[in-house]
């Protein structure tokens, strides 16, 4: 069937330095997306959304880029930082479906 | 601001035994949902409820039931538990339906069944 899955599962990074996580989907009827954060032991947060007459939304130093014609979503995190360490979900909307998540990545940021 | 209250944290369950996970919300949003998080497999949704008195399966219901008597609670119920129900348990809430907008979490409720 259709789903949502990540091509890295663990991604380390030096701070400072620019993250890209990304996320490929396979549901070209997918019309809103979503990218969580979730630190150990808490729930996941809410990070940005973009539905999909959008290709690019920024919020503060991270951006979603969405690419309709290759089913490729990302989350870009600027000058990343040690509170930016998590695992990031990025989540799909079929109109009026429920919410699929992916499986996840984890950020690990390097001092 | 609360926010969405999960309990209990965590719980040891014995298999057989009947168990709720309480869930409460502040934010009057209308809809939510029940999700269980397992290493590996992500978020997967086992019920959810647009709106006070109506509820759907989602993606993993089998074992679960759910009731949404008011708008604030949406409590989920294993009617007997199995180890492979060993999870960690996380509710959410939205102001639309479910998929439309962004779903606030609570902390999780971590259950283990032995």
């Known amino acids: 069937g259709e789903s949502v899955g990540l091509h890295l599962p663990t991604l380390s990074v030096q701070e400072g330095d620019n993250s890209i996580i990304n996320c490929a989907y396979s549901?070209?009827?997918?019309?809103?997306f979503i990218w969580y954060k979730q630190e150990s032991g808490k729930g996941p947060q809410f990070i940005i959304d973009?539905?999909?007459?959008?290709d690019k939304r920024q919020g503060q130093r991270v951006t979603v880029l969405l690419n309709k014609t290759v089913k490729h979503l990302s989350l870009q995190i600027a000058a990343t930082q040690p509170g930016d360490s998590a695992v990031y979900f990025c989540?799909?909307?079929?109109?009026?479906?429920?919410?699929?998540f992916g499986g996840g990545t984890r950020l690990m940021v390097k001092p | 601001i609360a926010g969405i209250t999960q309990a209990p944290t965590s719980q040891i369950l014995a298999a057989g035994r009947r168990m709720t996970l309480r869930c409460t919300q502040d934010?009057?949003?209308?809809?939510m949902y029940w999700y269980r998080q397992d290493l590996g497999l992500g978020l997967r949704l086992i019920h959810y409820?647009?709106?006070?008195?109506?509820?759907g399966k989602g993606e993993v219901p089998d074992g679960y039931s759910v009731s949404r008597a008011n708008t604030d609670d949406f409590p989920l119920t294993l009617a007997s538990a199995v180890p492979s129900q060993t999870s960690v348990y996380f509710c959410?809430?939205?102001?639309?339906?479910?998929?439309?907008?962004?779903?606030?979490f609570g902390q999780g409720t971590r259950l283990t069944v032995v």
């Open positions: 959410a809430s939205s102001d639309r339906g479910i998929g439309n907008t962004e779903a606030f």
């Open positions: 549901n070209s009827a997918s019309d809103y």
């Open positions: 973009i539905r999909s007459n959008m």
């Open positions: 989540a799909e909307n079929k109109a009026g479906n429920m919410l699929t």
């Open positions: 934010m009057r949003h209308n809809a």
């Open positions: 409820s647009n709106t006070a008195g109506t509820t």
